[in-house]
């Protein structure tokens, strides 16, 4: 009897030891799957909220970009209205502060980057305003596009980020998904004889479980095809490279991009890749990649033209970063996104050539000459060279104006620099200072007969009468030569000897040249 009270203590015992563990291992599940009901969804949508900011920032980014450059090619005429840019700059400010989320310290260095950039833009704008010249407007360009640059590279370095951050928690959220229905699951089936109703509320709070899975996988899943669209519009693909293997692998779009549709067409190893940058280019990209990977550089970051399928060089821009490293902290993996930038190359170059070309004859103008002759006087230093200095100045241009209007002098200066760069060497440099003022540079001359050998073909050049419009005109030019060593060493010396020695020429009865040591010299 006393076995039998002691067994079925220990029977009632075990039964309630069981059933307490099991309603105590059953809260504990409910509290969990609470917390990943509660926690996982909201992660989801702060995480695809930074990613879809982060985007959209990169778009109306290259959206203002596009507006501003409009405007100043157009210089002022034309482009974009000023209150779309506005609402542009406004909408960007807000989407860089929605993609870094809780970052304030990230988020005010890229406003602060945001509002230099657009300081230097409007500088440019004010300039354009009030009429400057193109010229004025290369320091703001040059801080601008720097600006511009670093800009650019963060929004994308967030974006990539963003989306890793995605795609961690996905990961995550299927092993906790995974770990705690297999323990569900288990717990069901040994707690269904002692508590059928703690077992339907379990199943009922799986399947709500799943079925949030689901729509937070479908939200995942729109998130990625939303960005593979946004890539898409802004010319960017992916690529991923295996640094112990030199694997390299590029996605449709880096196909697309550049012409190689077909996957075995596309380069597959980093010196598949590399045989493709231009060889001016491929130093530098090569450099930069390999600083990144052995931790001198945060990031890799490279503009470079690349050889297309179609045989043409393509200009893009290269970001990456690494994202997996060996034990001893040295990357093995990097990932990244080539983007076009061939549009705004163009753009650069144009708004370059406008800055140092005269707008009339398309010669270069009097900033570009002082560039080249600073650093042509700096080659023949080193070098123990000489060279010339020919300032040409038209006889007879005003008479021109005077009795056939502007048009027609318009016309006569374009055939004068026409005429001029055909009778000149390759090397030499010929530039328009203004009016009816030119001025040759002679390089690596032998002696000071070479100077006056061209002069002389200058001046034959200019000889041939000129058509304009059924008139025939007949002009000439006086011209003024310095020398270097001989007759000054430096730029502004010897452009102001020159242009003495022009005023000689014209004194002894123009249409011929003058050296600026020998008045006396004359070809004529």
């Known amino acids: 009897m006393m076995i039998h009270k002691k067994l079925s203590f220990s029977i009632r015992s075990s039964l309630i030891f069981v059933c307490v563990s099991v309603i105590t291992i059953g809260s504990a599940v409910f509290y969990s799957m609470h917390r990943l009901n509660s926690t996982v969804p909201r992660e989801y949508t702060e995480s695809i909220s930074r990613a879809n900011a982060g985007i959209d920032a990169q778009a ?24 779309q840019m506005q609402s542009l700059e406004k909408r960007l400010r807000s989407d860089i502060l929605a993609a870094l989320g809780k970052d304030s310290a990230q988020g005010a260095e890229m406003i602060r980057l945001l509002d230099d ?68 699951w288990w717990l069901w089936s040994v707690t269904v004889a002692f508590n059928v109703l703690a077992g339907v509320m379990i199943v009922r709070k799986a399947r709500k479980m799943i079925e949030r899975d689901r729509r937070t996988s479908k939200r995942l899943f729109e998130s990625e095809e939303r960005l593979k669209l946004a890539l898409s519009g802004a010319d960017e693909g992916t690529w991923d490279l295996d640094i112990p293997s030199g694997r390299l692998n590029f996605d449709s779009q880096w196909g697309k991009l550049l012409g190689y549709t077909e996957e075995n067409a596309r380069p597959h190893s980093f010196e598949e890749w590399a045989r493709l940058i231009h060889p001016n280019d491929r130093k530098r990209v090569l450099r930069a990649m390999h600083n990144h990977v052995e931790g001198k550089a945060p990031e890799y970051s490279a503009e470079y033209r690349i050889l297309s399928r179609s045989g043409n060089m393509i200009w893009v821009l290269g970001l990456g970063r690494a994202v997996s490293f060996d034990r001893e902290g040295k990357a093995v993996r990097v990932v990244g996104v080539t983007r076009d930038i061939t549009h705004k190359k163009e753009s650069e170059e144009r708004i370059w050539h406008l800055a140092h070309h005269d707008t009339l004859t398309g010669l270069p103008n009097r900033a570009l000459f002082h560039d080249r002759l600073k650093h042509l006087i700096a080659i023949a230093k080193r070098r ?24 027609a002098g318009d016309e ?110 004359s070809g004529r």
């Open 384 to 407: 123990n060279q000489m060279l010339a200095l020919l300032f040409l100045d038209l006889d007879g241009f005003k008479e021109v104006n005077d009795h056939h209007g502007h048009d």
């Open 60 to 83: 109306v980014l290259l959206r203002l970009h596009k507006s501003i450059a409009e405007f100043v090619l157009s210089e002022g005429k034309s482009g974009s209205d000023p209150a």
């Open 117 to 184: 950039w657009l300081e230097s833009k409007m500088r440019m704008i004010a300039l354009i305003r009030q009429g400057r010249r193109l010229e004025e407007m290369r320091p703001s360009f040059g801080t601008g596009s720097e600006t511009y640059n670093r800009l650019e590279t963060r929004l994308g370095l967030i974006a990539a980020e963003n989306q890793r951050s995605m795609e961690k928690l996905a990961r995550e959220a299927e092993d906790k998904y995974a770990d705690t229905m297999r323990f569900v």
């Open 412 to 521: 006569l200066l374009r055939e004068v620099a026409s005429r001029l760069v055909k009778n000149i060497r390759s090397g030499d440099f010929v530039s328009r200072m203004g009016g009816d003022e030119f001025v040759f540079i002679l390089r690596d001359i032998r002696q000071r007969e070479d100077a006056a050998a061209a002069a002389r073909k200058i001046i034959d050049a200019l000889a041939e009468p000129v058509k304009l419009d059924g008139l025939t005109c007949s002009i000439s030019g006086s011209i003024g030569i310095a020398v270097f060593p001989d007759d000054g060493d430096e730029l502004e010396p010897l452009v102001k000897l020159s242009d003495l020695a022009m005023y000689s020429a014209k004194q002894a009865g123009r249409n011929n040249f003058k050296f600026y040591a020998e008045e006396g010299f």
